[in-house]
């Protein structure tokens, strides 16, 4: 099959962040073959009119935990100690494989349909081989690329990666799988001077599979993880390390030194409060950048948002320290240019995927996608095509999606996918977890309690105020 987009403004992301207007890119099969300017359409092709619109490469999310996609927008009002009380304490250890499956199957799709052409599955709920057979079958259901980054909230990490079913899961689930669906092991570090988590990673050595870890969570991760990884050689490359917020120069040293990335989760660590979004700290310290979304419990499935919280809240922490020294900021240092990097390059770098996808180059793999609505008043003019990609465009503009050389995709609506059958997948989920905990239990872990407050008396408003006895009249 072929593809050809025409005319199109096109982000290559290429090492040079070469733009080309009015410009062409040919899919053949499964890959890129040409990018240029009237190129020559085979036989058969489908073409794809760009005029107006963006044609840059499918984004990547590093880190969104697929199978609670059940429960989109529960817990809008949590702070990170809530979601740890339901999901790790309460009420996680509820969910069925068919439930993960549910979860999965509807953010794989969420996924696509906002251009998100990879997505690393962080699967902390899977609790049995059968979940996490459940979670793969969901992946497999749909036309995307994923990583899976096994893991398992209800046992430590030197439990269930020495469990022979584990190995025999990764073998029969995971091997062979090229890079259409990979495979990370997904745990946390928790600063126990007795490292418990050694075995866990001896056996990802083993496997040769990336670790990936929230690390400097307020509260849960600390210093202490990152130093007892650095001191038994377990920080590589290939480490990811998500949120990282709350850390020291020290641990931030350490990460830089030996090559890592930080997935960052900006909407996630501004609201739930793991620490400040940390991209001002990463760039002083050179460490490399990818973008995630966390989870749709509370947030959006998509990387527009990620790429405008990011920029917003590391130009408002730019702006806070140079306050503080009673100085202003007259030139934004992270760009827009920078955060779509992130979205699309830094994520592929990250999973050790840049020779094959990220960017718009002949010979790599074609995961394309076409920001282009002509019904959308928003979508012209583009004049700084890096700006209308994070600060202008949604979802709803995201017109074309091709993965692997396979349009998904196509004037706004999904191609071949069966919604229907996620949404009563997810359905069903709903009507169990409700049953099963109580509507009253239910409504309850969604509306947690609010604090009493007092509001502060403020003589400067209009009304009955006795400044001398500084008390309200009555």
């Known amino acids: 099959m072929s593809v050809l987009f025409r005319n199109g403004l096109v982000l290559t992301m290429d090492n040079h962040h070469t733009v080309l207007r009015d410009a062409d890119v040919l899919v053949v099969d499964d890959k890129i073959a040409e990018i240029g300017t009237a ?37 809008a009002d949590w702070t990170l100690t ?3 009380v339901w999901y790790y304490l309460e009420s996680g250890k ?27 599955d962080w699967s902390h709920g899977l609790q049995t081989i059968d979940h996490a057979d459940a979670a793969v079958d969901a992946l497999e259901a749909v036309p995307g690329r994923f990583v899976l980054a096994y893991g398992n909230i209800q046992q430590g990490p030197w439990q269930w ?50 670790v990936t870890t929230h690390a400097g969570v307020w509260g849960a991760t600390n210093d202490d993880g990152i130093r007892l990884m650095h001191e038994n050689g377990f920080m590589t490359p290939q480490s990811i390390y998500v949120h990282a917020a709350t850390l020291t120069r020290d641990s931030y040293n350490r990460i830089a030194a030996t090559g890592g990335s930080v997935s960052v989760s900006t909407e996630s660590e501004q609201s739930a409060g793991q620490g400040y979004p940390p991209t001002w700290q990463l760039r002083h310290h050179d460490i490399p950048v990818s973008l995630s979304m966390d989870t749709s419990v509370w947030w959006s499935g998509d990387l527009f948002s990620a790429m405008r919280s990011t920029l917003g809240a590391d130009r408002s922490r730019e702006h806070m320290e140079a306050h503080r ?37 002949p010979g790599k793999k074609a995961d394309i996608v076409l920001i282009k609505n002509d019904h959308s008043p928003v979508m012209f003019p583009v004049l700084h095509p890096y700006g209308h990609v994070a600060f202008q465009a949604q979802r709803g503009d995201v017109d074309t999606v091709v993965v692997n050389g396979r349009i998904v ?66």
């Open 82 to 84: 809530q979601y740890f």
């Open 325 to 361: 020294n009673a100085e202003t900021v007259t030139h934004c240092h992270l760009r827009a240019e920078q955060v779509v990097d992130w979205a699309t390059m830094g994520g592929a770098r990250a999973l050790g995927l840049d020779s094959v996808v990220g960017s718009l180059e």
């Open 94 to 120: 509820r969910f069925r494989p068919e439930d993960v499956y549910a979860g999965n199957l509807l953010g794989a799709i969420e996924a696509l349909d906002a251009g998100v052409t990879t997505t690393v």
């Open 161 to 210: 990666s020495a469990a022979p079913e584990f190995r025999d899961f990764v073998n029969r689930r995971l091997h062979g799988k090229g890079d259409m669906l990979g495979f990370q092991m997904a745990f946390d570090v928790t600063g126990d001077p007795a490292f418990p988590e050694k075995a866990a990673f001896e056996v990802a050595r083993e496997l040769g599979a990336p």
């Open 409 to 474: 995709k196509r004037g706004g609506r999904l191609v071949d996918v069966d919604l229907a059958a996620a949404r009563a997948a997810i359905g069903r989920t709903v009507d169990y977890l409700v049953g099963d905990m109580g509507e009253e239990a239910w409504a309850k872990g969604m509306n947690p309690d609010v604090p009493e407050t007092k509001v502060t008396d403020n003589p400067y408003t209009y009304t009955d105020y006795d400044a001398g006895s500084a008390q309200w009249k009555h």
């Open 39 to 75: 190129l020559t359409a085979p036989e058969g092709a489908v073409e794809i009119d760009a005029t107006g619109g963006i044609v840059m490469p499918g984004m990547i999310d590093t880190h969104r935990h697929m199978w609670q996609t059940a429960m989109r927008g529960y817990g």
